[in-house]
């Protein structure tokens, strides 16, 4: 069966996704026409072979980008959104790291298809073809993540030389253009500078600009804003959104803050320990989240709005994911936990066609957030 | 910058008297100098005053600690006891055969040592790196004596390859002067063998431990991220980092060089600065021992100013003024 | 699935480990690395050798016997013999009696006064800091080597006269380590609370100090018993360190100066050599992997 299907996936190309579909995955993608699906990403595991034992940073993970979408990656730390966004582009350290399973399709071309049968990498070659220059990203860290014995014009143009054929002066004056385009003031001192004579904030646009240097199709923001100042947040977050209409670009918008959701993005894909627990268009997912985990993040978020004078806390912490519980990982800290939940990890539901969740206690009708203790 | 070197030059002079003092102190203390090979019991007391007056002993010990620094910033580094010839004279022919071994073993070590710290480090745990970092400790553990032993008694005795001894052959003339430095330079290769094997072991180390950290760091997965082929990003973004805290070794290195040339120069016959010391110090010459160890002492201070100036050369972050 | 249960009985001795105490830990760590285990065994068996075997075998190091000079290894001399008759494998670990005697006798006195001027400088500061300092500055720019030869030559070669030369010199690296660590240790509240509290600062030196730069103190002397074991070998090998008739591994060396000696008698000069490199060796693997356990930051 599995073979038949991957067969239909290599022969195969402008046929509806939704009838590929494998049934256990549970992706809800009917009716969406392959072209406008820009990154799909099905059964991805990454994993970390340590000393101290196996990590499962990314355990089956199915999530999916459309032509000029902006997904949120959403989760708290450790639960594998870095590491799947980053097995896209294969930048994981291997090893530790291995990629241990799974099918990502990106713009029609097989990145990555790893099942019993096979083990299938697009070959680095092309693969660098496409980093940088059809997908790029921005980093966490604004402060270490830029070279720092070299230019800011170096840094820059590096990608533009390699991918678009620049000499170095066109890529110099592009450069130039591109600081100008995320605001940053003086672009022509400022890209002769190097990164530690830059604030956080600044290093963080320099960082987009070099991300947008080749005008990339996808976007993969991981945390950009985390450590900056709260002002600064909020000055980049505004710049992205400002980009994203001009770019044109699909974005992966990694953040463990619903808040910053809310703004940037159309749909949302929440994580735990290395699964898709949920995953939602916006205005959906913070009306009737279904997923204990989902109902806990949005009532954890601080809103002006309601009288209460307490935070929702989700008790417990994010599991070891070297010993992680059986059955849903999950159960240690929901609410709701039945018996089975300890035992099977819970099948994927079809709420509608862009809503899933993956929950034992789903029953066609929605999780109630007010459901008691049944086992 | 210039200021900076320049306070940093100021900075030698109290520290290298310090040095100049305690080894003046030493020699003070001594039991005896070279004007004792000189006497005989039988001399009459005339005959000692003359002696001593010949080597300038007659001085109190603090008067003639300054008439031996006034001459020495003038260039004069006194008259050898043992030659009768100035100290300078001596020296002078030394200085280039040993700063030509120290030249050829650093060369040699930093050729081999830091390529290998790379490999090591671009390969974790694999079988190059397993023996790699073996060598690197058998490097650091050998004797330098004994492996000079060990490379006299199979490559010049056994196979016959290189010169038991020395940096010339007396009896070879050669036709021409490249000629002649292909004889020297073959004498010197086991020399700047055993000379370089610790400062291989060592930047092969420290190598493998500075680029492993940077490998890691987050600024080279931004450089995988652009699309940069390995090779850029390995051997222009982390070994532009990585190589930082090497280059500022390589002045801290020009003492270790020198002590070791000392032991290598024994072994292998070479008539450089340290046998020549090593000569002094048994015939008790204290104007030849004076001035190398103040030589010495000297290197090791700009070695370590050549480090701060190279670490500032090679880090846009580091700034002096 | 065999993987999983790896992982789960890996996790658990992890869990132990986290149970153990500081220096539990430490030796928790250091033996899972197998190189610095068998070195640490292979130190020990060295350590003993050196010690017993001197005491049980029927030959004395001094006991000459012309008619048996240079005999190559046989059953009753293991090593062999020297120009002079005497049996290579007692003066083989007599030897190592006393390059190893002496590395020990060394390291312990540059550890106690580094401890202490480290200690004074880092927590008093101020004038004396700068002082202690500024000496330290002046003997790490010694010409190491050459500067042993000089007093060595000078004074003649006697043990006490080697010894007093390295600890002389190797005292200040010590005592900056120390000094930057109690530095570093001052800044942390805990100083604070006990200052607040009115500990008085022999007491908060000796009770909160110094167990924290004992670690660092232990490392600085396993890869220091290494250096200083070179340095007093090669000394000893140029005829500047421990002279004849006492043996050490460096001047049993010393007759590979000798043509003869160095292409026919290997079994003179080989074994002190060895001697040599393996515990130079044992010293800096088994130093490397303390530190690593100490500091397991340092490592990956």
Avoid at chain 1, 167 to 172: I, M, Q, R, S
Avoid at chain 2, 14 to 22: A, E, H, K, N
Avoid at chain 2, 154 to 169: E, K, S, T, V
Wanted: aromatic share 8%; glycine share 8%.
């Amino acid at each position: 069966m599995n073979e038949n299907l991957n067969n239909d996936l290599n022969n195969v190309d402008d046929v509806d996704i939704g009838a590929m579909m494998v049934p256990e995955s549970g992706m809800p993608a009917v009716g969406q026409k392959k072209e406008d699906i820009l990154l799909d990403v099905k059964g991805l595991k990454t994993f970390f072979h340590t000393d101290n034992g196996t990590v499962r940073a990314v355990n089956d993970v199915d999530f999916y980008v459309r032509k000029g979408e902006t997904l949120g990656l959403v989760g708290e730390s450790g639960c594998g959104k870095s590491i799947s966004s980053m097995s896209i582009t294969r930048i994981v350290e291997t090893p530790p790291g291995k990629y241990e399973g799974g099918e990502i399709t990106f713009d029609g071309k097989t990145l990555l298809r790893i099942n019993e049968n096979e083990r299938y990498l697009l070959p680095e070659k092309d693969m660098r073809s496409i980093r940088g220059n059809d997908i790029s990203f921005i980093f966490q860290e604004p402060m270490t993540s830029l070279n720092p014995v070299f230019k800011i014009s170096k840094q820059i143009s590096e990608p533009m030389m390699l991918h678009r054929g620049m000499t170095k002066k066109e890529a110099h004056e592009e450069s130039i253009r591109l600081l100008d385009l995320v605001r940053i003031p003086n672009p022509e001192r400022i890209v002769d500078e190097y990164p530690f004579s830059l604030s956080g904030g600044m290093r963080q646009r320099v960082m987009i600009a070099m991300a947008l240097a080749c005008e990339p199709k996808l976007l993969i923001a991981d945390e950009p804003t985390t450590a900056l100042d709260v002002t600064v947040q909020a000055q980049v977050l505004e710049l992205m959104n400002d980009l994203k209409s001009r770019i044109n670009a699909s974005i992966i918008f990694i953040t463990h803050d619903l808040g910053v959701i809310a703004e940037m993005c159309d749909r949302v894909v929440v994580m735990y320990a290395g699964k898709v627990v949920e995953s939602s268009p916006i205005e959906e997912l913070f009306e009737s989240p279904q997923h204990p985990y989902t109902q806990g993040l949005i009532a954890s978020k601080p809103d002006m709005a309601t009288t209460e004078k307490r935070l929702h806390v989700i008790p417990g912490n994010v599991p070891d994911l070297t010993e992680l519980p059986g059955g849903c990982p999950f159960h240690p800290r929901c609410y709701k936990v039945t018996e089975r939940c300890k035992q099977e990890y819970p099948p994927t539901h079809k709420i509608t066609d862009e809503h899933i969740v993956s929950c034992w206690e789903y029953n066609g009708s929605g999780i109630s957030s007010e459901g008691g203790e049944e086992a | 910058m210039r200021t900076y070197i320049i306070r940093r030059l100021l900075q030698i002079i109290p520290v290298f008297l310090g040095i100049t003092v305690i080894l003046f102190l030493i020699i003070e203390l001594s039991p005896g100098d070279a004007s004792t090979n000189f006497i005989d019991p039988r001399m009459r007391p005339e005959q000692r005053a003359e002696i001593a007056r010949r080597f300038g002993l007659e001085e109190p010990a603090f008067n003639r600690y300054f008439i031996w620094l006034g001459n020495t910033l003038r260039g004069d580094l006194g008259m050898s006891m043992r030659y009768q010839r100035p100290v300078t004279e001596i020296l002078a022919p030394m200085i280039p055969t040993t700063l030509t071994l120290a030249l050829l073993a650093f060369l040699f070590s930093v050729i081999i040592g830091i390529p290998a710290g790379i490999i090591s480090a671009t390969r974790q745990y694999s079988l190059a790196d397993n023996s790699l970092t073996v060598f690197s400790l058998i490097g650091i553990s050998l004797p330098s004596f004994f492996f000079g032993l060990i490379l006299l008694r199979i490559f010049a005795i056994q196979m016959q390859w290189f010169p038991l001894f020395g940096i010339r052959n007396p009896l070879y003339a050669p036709p021409n002067a490249l000629a002649g430095a292909m004889h020297m330079l073959h004498h010197l290769v086991l020399p700047m063998i055993v000379l370089g094997m610790g400062g291989t072991a060592t930047f092969m180390r420290y190598t493998r431990s500075s680029m492993l950290e940077v490998i890691r760091s987050d600024y080279i997965r931004t450089a995988r991220a652009k699309g940069l082929s390995e090779k850029v990003v390995i051997y222009r973004h982390a070994l532009r980092n990585g190589l930082i805290p090497i280059i500022t070794l390589f002045g801290f290195w020009i003492p270790s060089l020198m002590g070791g040339a000392v032991i290598t120069e024994s072994i292998f016959g070479i008539p450089g600065l340290g046998r020549t010391a090593i000569d002094a110090v048994n015939f008790r010459d204290f104007p030849i021992i004076m001035a190398v160890n103040s030589m010495l002492a000297f290197l090791t201070l700009l070695g370590a100013l050549i480090s701060d100036l190279l670490y500032a050369a090679a880090d846009p972050r580091i700034k002096y003024d | 699935m065999s993987n999983a249960e790896n992982a789960v009985v890996k996790v658990k001795k992890v869990k132990k480990e986290s149970e153990l105490s500081y220096w539990g830990s430490v030796f928790f760590r250091f033996r899972k690395k197998k190189m610095s285990m068998f070195c640490l065994i292979l130190m020990t068996l060295i350590v003993l050798g050196c010690i017993f075997v001197p005491i049980i075998s029927p030959h004395t190091i001094t006991s000459t016997n012309v008619a048996n000079m240079n005999q190559p290894p046989s059953m009753t001399h293991i090593l062999g013999t020297d120009e002079l008759g005497r049996d290579l494998f007692i003066r083989f670990f007599h030897g190592g009696r006393i390059s190893l005697g002496i590395a020990l006798v060394v390291v312990v006195i540059e550890c106690v006064i580094g401890v202490i001027l480290g200690c004074i400088a880092g927590f008093y500061g101020k004038l004396i800091d700068t002082i202690i300092m500024r000496i330290c500055e002046i003997l790490m720019s010694f010409p190491f080597i050459m500067f042993c030869i000089t007093v060595v030559g000078i004074f003649g070669n006697s043990i006490p006269i080697l010894i007093f030369v390295l600890v002389f010199l190797g005292w200040a690296g010590i005592a900056r380590i120390v000094r930057g660590q109690i530095l570093s240790l001052r800044e942390l509240e805990y100083m604070e609370a006990c200052e607040a509290l009115g500990i008085s600062d022999i007491k908060r030196i000796f009770k909160h100090l110094l167990p924290n730069v004992l670690a660092y103190v232990i490392v600085f002397a396993t890869l220091g018993m290494a250096s200083v074991i070179l340095v007093e070998t090669a000394l000893s090998f140029l005829g500047l360190g421990v002279a004849p008739p006492t043996p050490t591994w460096g001047n049993m060396i010393q007759p590979a100066n000798q043509f003869i000696v160095l292409s026919t008698r290997w079994w003179i000069w080989v074994p002190p050599g060895v001697g040599i490199f393996l515990s130079v060796m044992c010293f800096n693997i088994v130093g490397d992997g303390l530190r690593d356990a100490i500091d397991p930051k340092m490592k990956r």
